[in-house]
């Protein structure tokens, strides 16, 4: 066990079931889908007002505006109406609620957390820092999205989390979104669909252009004068899934930003959205930038993707692109480097890997960084999110996996102006999990997605065998006393 001091706070954020959002309930089947629908429509008005008022007691008042809802989930199953139907405002309502169902976002586990200075820093006392704080939220069917909480870190060192309300809901996804025109022709390279067709999509275009006028040149060249071809046909659909997969998301203002949710969107991610690593990013003459590199799952393979936001209240969500987007466990260095964006990461599931590129959405040629060198590390390491930067170094908190698949917290510390060199390294690990942190979804687990310097304090949060989050404080100059020992 590492010599260097851990203190464990109190607090631990423990999954709510109470936390639900409305989602759709539409079975794939048509057939059924028609049956459901016939028994709902036979429905006179009057059992059909008093079914709604049963479900608006039962269920409104655990949600925002549920109506909207409702009416939202009834538009995706009218195309399945006949066209000329004409239906009541009660009865569309009792049809979208006849498609929906609850989610319990975090019934599962609430856990693998990162952490950056909160946006808004107003009214503070002296010494203060206000976080928000990201967190992997698992409910049914193992479904990951992403919550928020804030707190403030006091002068002292004290944690106090702001209180949560038991409402959480879904952001919007903005209809007409815009996108950039270089991104989308490096994404067409490395999927080899370079050729005339997206030419032909992408000249009339500006630098940024909407999702609209993208449409608009889909539709364009579709119907132009030009021999069929199996290629043209899939590089249209390429553009059109590359288009759904890159999209934009606006919160209420109303909701606290512990009541907020971001929910799969895309087909890439329909089975979660993964360990979403965040970082303030600065740079010289520019506003602050909070990214988060994330893992989309769909069942079937895994995708990073790139989350950007500059409030935590409109979010863009991106592709990444290169032949180093592979794997788990990118994570953004605060700033660019030497001019540079820089990267961590585990391409080969083993080593920990470091990466630089002149466009943030493009990596590719990842050098190794670290190898397993300890028996606790001996099966892979990887990142405990984005490092930390010190006068002495590049903090990185790492996780290192040992014999029974052990997950245990360590620390490295890579050279300020050339971070390929790693300068410092804890022989054992800085947390290991113990007594009831043992316990879990996944047993025997510590892990973070990353952590904060506060004054001279490093700030940890981290996860418990993937169920619970908790925290963790270490004092700095110990730290790289005992790096460099």
């Not at 490395?190 to 449409?215: I, K, Y």
């Not at 692109?321 to 083993?350: C, H, I, T, W």
Request: proline fraction near 6%; charged fraction near 25%; include cysteine.
């Amino acid at each position: 066990m590492s010599t260097v001091k851990v203190h464990r706070h109190s607090i631990t954020l423990q999954p709510e079931s109470e936390r639900v959002i409305i989602r759709p309930f539409i079975p794939a089947d048509t057939e059924k889908l028609q049956a459901i629908l016939r028994r709902t429509l036979d429905l006179d008005e009057e059992s059909i007002a008093k079914q709604l008022q049963a479900v608006r007691h039962e269920f409104e008042l655990r949600h925002y505006d549920i109506e909207s809802l409702l009416l939202y989930h009834f538009d995706k199953i009218q195309p399945y109406l006949a066209p000329d139907v004409e239906l009541t405002l009660n009865r569309r309502l009792f049809l979208g609620a006849t498609f929906s169902g609850e989610y319990a976002l975090e019934s599962a586990a609430l856990f693998n957390p990162s952490i950056v200075p909160h946006p808004d820093q107003t009214d503070l006392p002296e010494g203060a820092l206000r976080f928000v704080m990201s967190l992997r939220a698992t409910g049914e069917g193992h479904i990951s999205s992403i919550e928020f909480r804030s707190g403030v870190i006091g002068a002292d060192g004290d944690i106090s989390m702001d209180p949560i309300s038991r409402y959480v809901a879904m952001p919007g996804v903005v209809m007409n979104p815009t996108y950039r025109k270089q991104t989308f022709i490096l994404k067409f390279q490395e999927m080899g669909f370079q050729n005339e067709c997206a030419d032909s999509v992408m000249s009339g275009l500006a630098d940024e252009f909407s999702r609209g006028e993208l449409d608009q040149s889909l539709q364009a060249v579709a119907h132009a004068d030009h021999p069929f071809s199996h290629e043209y046909n899939r590089t249209l659909d390429c553009i059109r899934w590359l288009a759904d997969s890159n999209y934009e998301l606006q919160f209420s203002p109303k909701l606290g930003i512990n009541e907020r949710i971001i929910f799969p969107v895309s087909a890439n991610e329909s089975n979660g959205i993964e360990d979403a690593r965040f970082v303030r990013f600065t740079e010289e003459g520019r506003p602050a930038m909070y990214y988060a590199t994330y893992t989309a799952y769909n069942g079937k393979a895994i995708l990073p993707q790139l989350i950007e936001t500059a409030d935590f209240s409109r979010f863009r969500v991106l592709t990444l692109n290169g032949n180093a987007v592979q794997n788990k466990g990118m994570a953004l260095f605060p700033r660019k480097v030497g001019g540079r964006y820089a990267m961590l990461s585990r391409q080969d599931d083993e080593n920990l890997l470091i990466m630089f590129s002149d466009n943030l959405h493009f990596w590719s040629d990842p050098e190794i960084l670290m190898r397993p060198a300890e028996v606790w590390e001996s099966i892979k390491i990887g990142n405990c999110g984005s490092p930390i930067e010190t006068p002495e170094g590049w903090l990185v908190i790492t996780h290192g996996v040992g014999p029974m698949r052990k997950y245990c917290i360590g620390a490295a510390l890579l050279d300020l102006e050339d971070p390929t060199k790693v300068i410092g390294r804890l022989r054992e690990p800085l947390i290991s999990p113990v007594g009831v942190e043992r316990e879990g979804y996944v047993p025997n687990v510590v892990y973070s997605c990353g952590s904060l310097l506060h004054g001279k304090t490093v700030i940890l949060p981290y996860a418990m065998s993937d169920k619970y989050t908790a925290f963790a404080s270490i004092d700095l100059k110990e730290l790289l006393a005992a790096m460099n020992s």
